[in-house]
């Protein structure tokens, strides 16, 4: 098992910056990627990024390329979102979920093993 713990969460003008953590622990050498989703009410669960574990290759969604960066620190098991520039459409639940292979379409969320309790990002207007 792999336990997920997001933080960072919060409120802020359109135009700030937040950054997500996301602490991994349990069997995280069995985890092959990690990525940030999103949330709104009424909506799907949203790709945000993802970052292989091992080789630290990432990916964006187009909605965020250029404002986000996904980043890990593996010797403390985190990975984290720097969210620069941020707008009032980024107003959403944010989870931190892990996978154990490479198998499937991982900017769906049906792939993941492993999810986070979420972290509100609010930006106001």
């Known amino acids: 098992q792999v336990q997920l713990v997001e933080s960072g969460g919060g409120l802020v003008q359109a135009g700030g910056s937040l950054r997500l953590s996301c602490a991994a622990s349990?069997?995280?050498?069995?985890?092959?990627?990690m990525t940030w989703f999103r949330q709104t009410p009424g909506k799907e669960r949203e790709f945000v990024a993802r970052?292989?574990?091992?080789?630290?290759?990432?990916y964006y969604a187009d909605s965020v390329k250029g404002r986000f960066i996904i980043s890990r620190d593996s010797a403390n098991n985190t990975v984290y979102l720097q969210m620069n520039s941020l707008k009032p459409e980024d107003t959403a639940v944010y989870y931190c979920?892990?996978?154990?292979?490479?198998?499937?379409?991982?900017?769906?969320?049906?792939?993941?093993?492993?999810w986070g309790q979420g972290t509100q990002v609010t930006v106001s207007s």
């Open positions: 979920a892990a996978v154990r292979t490479n198998y499937g379409d991982l900017r769906r969320p049906d792939f993941y093993d492993y």
């Open positions: 970052i292989t574990w091992s080789g630290g290759i990432r």
């Open positions: 349990g069997r995280t050498f069995s985890i092959y990627s």
